[in-house]
């Protein structure tokens, strides 16, 4: 299994919604990684998890908050979102979240999750 | 603050011929490189990694790196139509750095 698996594909929310965002990867990668990526622009790092634990938080508003039940799963709860969180939101692994010692650590997207702020 | 910079085009090519996209990189240290092609509306899908000095080949890509001049590029041979999209370049450091993408247009 070479996926990273993505749920659910489109989403429409009213800013005074909650919802989440899932993501599934069984390749044993040890790094998850959410992105926010807008239209024409490259993907924007929000959050790393290394190990199950937060390792890189850039800055990201509290409204995004990030989980990671265990080592395949990754959730991106969301609450009072914005208009301007609209967007494409990705799911990544790879086996390490920094580079690799000796070969290459290749980051695999997931298809992400188009999101609709109303 | 590591940075990737790519030309953001857009770069047309005729259908058939050699597509060249760049990319340079601030951090000398760097040694993991990689080509994403990216679809309009889809998520990227990685085309090449490369971590030794020299060109790296397969089927019609080829990506080059140079790591004295800090720069890494990728050919498309025969380029075709279907070619056509956001190809983006990443390094590996303590987090993955991308480039802001170079849009190619394959023209029929």
């Known amino acids: 299994d070479t996926e990273v698996t993505q749920t659910p594909k489109h989403l429409v929310m009213g800013m005074t919604n909650k919802k989440s965002l899932k993501c599934e990867q069984h390749?044993?990668?040890?790094?998850m990684y959410w992105y926010k990526q807008k239209a024409k622009k490259p993907p924007e790092l929000m959050f790393v998890?290394?190990?199950?634990?937060?390792?890189i938080n850039e800055s990201v508003p509290s409204r995004f908050s990030p989980e990671c039940p265990n080592s395949s799963l990754l959730n991106l709860h969301l609450h009072a979102l914005q208009p301007e969180d609209s967007a494409l939101y990705l799911c990544?692994?790879?086996?390490?979240?920094?580079?690799?010692?000796?070969?290459?650590?290749?980051?695999?997207f997931g298809a992400g999750s188009r999101l609709t702020v109303l | 603050q590591k940075e990737v910079e790519q030309n953001s085009g857009p770069l047309s090519v005729p259908e058939g011929a050699i597509a060249s996209l760049n990319c340079t990189y601030s951090?000398?240290?760097?040694?993991?490189f990689f080509w994403y092609r990216q679809y309009s509306g889809k998520s990227p899908e990685l085309i090449m990694f490369?971590?030794?000095?020299g060109d790296k080949e397969d089927g019609r890509f080829t990506a080059q790196l140079n790591k004295a001049s800090q720069y890494v590029s990728l050919l498309i041979r025969d380029s075709q139509p279907s070619d056509s999209a956001t190809y983006l370049c990443?390094?590996?450091?303590?987090?993955?750095?991308f480039g802001t993408g170079t849009s190619l247009t394959v023209i029929p």
């Open positions: 990443a390094v590996n450091e303590d987090q993955f750095y």
């Open positions: 390749m044993g990668h040890r790094a």
């Open positions: 998890y290394s190990y199950e634990k937060l390792s």
């Open positions: 951090d000398r240290g760097s040694q993991s």
């Open positions: 490369i971590y030794s000095n």
């Open positions: 990544a692994s790879s086996h390490f979240a920094a580079r690799a010692t000796s070969g290459a650590n290749v980051l695999t």
